[in-house]
């Protein structure tokens, strides 16, 4: 430039230089000055700005080019060509969708927040961003809908954000921190949700969507519990339809908590509940069976959470193997060893099939957990113990507060909320 | 300061734990025994109690008789109990079955007030007298039970149960027992060569004692009064052979100078299965309500003599005699109590064969 | 914000915890004819004064009993509130031991008193602990879960109705005021409402709908005692000591695969037993959190729940509980009758005097 040599700064592994050299030397005009350059603001018709040495590492982080003038001391900031490092838009992996639209998010924020303004092209959604972290920054946006959702709540969360700008957000958990979560809660104050057709309908609704830089998922805050239950696409469907496919779903969770439950009940403490048949072949099938029920179901649902874990974990190739060998062995041999009653075997396989029912693998978990709470009750107690383990679990719902916003609330629209 | 209230919680939670190890309710299904039948006599002072529990072993059931004696029921049971291996529990028992001399004594009403107490024994146990000899009963059933019937679906409506079968549960025997207007059936059993039991009629209650019987037929007539159906009850007469395909009945009392009166209406709807010479269906309806009207004559007098309301009429009256002289509803009012009859048929078809009747 | 239908659910479901299990052996001990002569009685009552205490509530829109009691001074208000006071810590009691009782007999035989009893003040004061707000959301999800499974039993009660049984239909007599278990058969109409004077102000609710969901409940206060009665007759209704559950007892269902079900029916009331004793404990909590306002709430009622506990324990059996029943008659009658008494003339004179 003007005869003089400049140097380039920039991230190899961030900006892609060969492609941003070839664009440069197209609009490359060798007689412009620097000075020239700041006054005009463009550099090779490209805009710059000037910054000084503390901003240019942190520009640098970022994806910038520096433009550095030894003499003069200069040095100019713009925006290259950044190269490809996020993946394109692909169906959702961890949620399924029956005929519904197949999008979902990706790590880079700026796609989700330009999915999002697909799907509601409308002016009254506000796009704030944030960046949070000490020594490892992060973006952080919050996305709603300006008549739609509760001010009061955009409040506190934003300054919950602005108390804790100087914390790192590396995982989720930090996150709930951030916004006020105690630290043994079993709910999270945000439903995740890889589909944008979800976080849609979250804004529609009057909720506040969170997005984290490199995080593939919108946060739909606040949670509540009818969320386990109801999916966006349902209202593709015809409405009969949705109403059974919901029914369905709250069945299954009732199914879930109660029963592993019922059976310690009623094989152990109340047996004259069942039909005198129905008593007898359970005595047959628990016939020398050495240990009580509750450590029997015990027992069999922590081998399925161990399969359940172990099959996330394992690759490809094994995976199946292993499922094989589980089904085998929790199926057959234990029920021929006389370790378990082939009973407890429908149970339990009843039991995990209705877990998965609900939406959401958070909500799962959640249910997953508290089914053991209700055993633990149901084996002391009998049945007034499953019941009484409902009216326990029932109770902590009804006690969650997100942001003031009750967890078991249904709100339809803001202010109907009970 | 958190960890410590952290600490406490966990300490204080596992021993929740604790209790489960020496549960009160808990016993293993597989460590109980479920009798479901229950027979009861008398030996001198002592109540026997006799127990059919069906035992599964290497998956084949069969099934055990256990005898137990005390000087009362409950005693008589834990002798029993003492003498298992599995514990014994009462709450599958689904019939209770008196020896005949038992109740011919009055015996039946303790048991029946103790079981009623406890709330082991279902309230929906079925009640039945035997009228041989119980020990002998219990172990023809045994064999018979081996094949694989049940003794107690014989009494049940979804299974072996037939219009001439009284059907008395443990709460309508209490009830009868206090009640001022009613009083209960129950049947009677004895042992049978091909089929676990035969039926052979009903005993009539009156303060826990048996005072009459009744016959196959007459119960069938009971059953009617009481709103059970009779369906399928085949009446075999002169000229015709009738199967009883549906009933209704309707019922109004009225007092008059302290007698009370009674007029009832039977409909019956029935199906002709054979025929005899040719007679014309009104002959046949004829015949049919002059059967039954003989027949329940004959038995309200027998009832009204002693004093015994099988029928429940004093049900009807219960709005017209003031409740204080209700208590005497058997001995005042329903010696004299006269009752007219009206059965009214309808023949709903004749078969696959047409009748030609020469007029 | 309108939480009507919460304060609905609450009141509903801790009536039908009530009703069913010692109020159907209380009537027809104390009469033998014409049933529903007494029950009227008693509805009538109930909805008069009920109406009253809401009309009173009503004068004052943003405050709750204790500052409205406080205008007519602080020793006065003392004794006002005294006897209320000792009324909700003497059901809790009653009702813990008593349904702890009930549940021994009927259901768990061999499980020791003290047992049940942990597990129902346990519950209550987890519930008590997190607030009114929770406790009445609670209501409202487990109304939807178990209200069903109530209706579809009392349909099938039906099963084996007698309606000859229901004579004879009048009395003339009127000779239940005699009797003693008339008047602690009232118990379950006194205490379940009076929670509407301690909301805080941000729990709103809509009298009408509340008059609306009592007269709903009012036929189940008939069906209870009829029930029974219809069955057995009342020769044998008045030997019972629960007729209202051996008559859920010899229900006879040919398609469902529990043989005795209606044992969950029966249990789940008392699961509504546990959410009215949270009421309860929240009301006394508040009561005293005003005269020693040093302790946090939270602690008056784990105070307060150790303490009925400790005095569960010291009551030995069922008759002592019915003898409890009888002490606290005068303190039922004060809360029914008095109080919204009080309150209206309270309200009245206000808008009189501005």
Redesign the interface.
Known sequence: MDGEAVLLLGLHSIVNLIKTKEILKKDMDTSEAIHSVKVKRTLFKRKCVEINSEEAIESILQGKLIVYSKEKNIMLQFEPLPKDLTRSIEPPVNENVLQGPLDSFIENMSTNIGIMRKKVSTAQLSVKTYTVGSDQKKNLSIVYLNDRADKSMIKKIISHIEMNQHTNILYLQHLYRFMGMRKWDVIPQFNNTEMPLEAVDGLNKGKVILFVDGYPFALILPHLLWDMFVQANDRNYAYPIMGAIRFLRVLGA?ITLIFPAIYVA???????????E???S???S??G?PY???VEITIMLLIIELIIEASIRLPLSIGPTVTMVGGIVIGQAVVDAKLVSNLLIIIVAATSIANSTVVGFQNALILRLLKYVVV?FA???????I??G???I??Y???REIFGI?Y?SLAKRR?E?? | MRSIIICSKLVLSLC??M??SG?W??????H?A?P?AMGITKEGEKFKVLLQI?I??E?V?KQEIVKGTGLTILKAVEDIRTNMESSV?L??I?IIIFDRKLVEEGGMVEPINTFMRIREI?SKTVIAICDDNIDAFFLTLKKNLEKGINLYEFFEKYAGWTPQISLTRLWHVYRSLNSYTQNVAIPMVRSGENTPVTYAGSAVMNKGKIVSKMDPKETLLFNAFHGNSMKGRVEVMEHATIMIVGNTDFHKGELRNHIPYMFSTIRLDVVIQERRGKVSNAIIKKELEKVMANRFDEMLKRFQKQETDVFGLGQYYRNKIPYEELKDWRKKYYPNLEMKLNIHTTIQNEGNIKTIIDK | ???S??VICMGLMSHFGLIFFIYPERIITSTHKGHWEPILIQCVIFILFLSLYLKGLSYFPEQNIISILKILGKAFSFTLLFPVLLYLVITTIELVSAYAEV?NII??AN?PTW??IT?MIF?ST??AV??I???L??A???FC?FFPLILLMLLICFQDIDWHNAFPIIDTDFSFFRQPPYYTSFFSFAIVFSFLGFLPKKISYNSKKIMLAVLFLIPFFFLSVYLPLLTFGNETASTLLFPFITTLDKVQLQWL?????T??FA??L??FI??LTSLLLWQSSIIMNQYFPRLKQKYHIVALSVSIFIICLCIPGWQETEKLLWWNTPFRFYILIVLPLIIFLIGVRRKRVS
Do not use: W
């Open positions: 009732l009623l094989v152990a403490v109340n047996p004259e509940i069942l039909k005198i129905l008593a007898l359970i005595a047959q628990r016939e069976i009580p029920p509750f633990i084996s002391i107690y009998g049945v007034l113990g019941l009484s409902l009216v326990f029932s109770a719902f009804a006690s009750p078991t202010g909320i009970g | 929740i734990l209790p489960l549960c309710d808990i016993k293993d299904i597989n109980r479920f479901i069906p599964s072993s998956g059931q529990d709450l599958h689904r279902s | 914000m309108d939480k239908l919460q549940t259901f768990l499980t047992a049940i597990l519950i987890y519930i997190k607030g707000e929770t406790i959301r609670t409202l999800l487990l879960i695969i529990f043989d005795r079900a044992l969950f249990l789940s008392v699961t546990m959410l």
